[in-house]
């Protein structure tokens, strides 16, 4: 099993910046992507960027150009760096680690830009 643990979330006004951070834990060995979705009320849960441990990423179009991810392998934890930030950013953010056939989630956390 692998445990994740976010955190970083909160309320920022429109063209802010946070930074959300997420631990991972137990069976880290062998964790092959890691990344972050989204699920804004509504809708379905999306991909908002991902990392494999080469350092190669991918991001959605949405948040290219705003959103930066990146892994600290040492320390087991991806970051996702996130900047000028919109209302339609508002979700619960979840963090996500593929480990083998695996997929793990974290318990989310909630992100508002305000207008």
């Known amino acids: 099993q692998v445990q994740l643990v976010e955190s970083g979330g909160g309320l920022v006004q429109a063209g802010g910046s946070l930074r959300l951070s997420c631990a991972a834990s137990?069976?880290?060995?062998?964790?092959?992507?890691m990344g972050w979705y989204r699920q804004a009320p509504g809708k379905q849960r999306e991909l908002v960027a991902a990392?494999?441990?080469?350092?190669?990423?991918n991001y959605a179009d949405s948040v290219k150009d705003r959103f930066t991810i990146s892994r600290d392998n040492a320390k087991n934890m991806v970051f996702l760096q996130m900047n000028i930030l919109k209302p339609e950013d508002t979700a619960v953010y979840y963090c996500?680690?593929?480990?083998?056939?695996?997929?793990?989630w974290g318990q989310g956390t909630q992100v508002t830009v305000s207008s």
């Open positions: 990392i494999i441990p080469g350092g190669r990423t």
């Open positions: 996500y680690a593929q480990r083998r056939v695996f997929d793990y």
């Open positions: 137990g069976r880290i060995s062998d964790i092959n992507v």
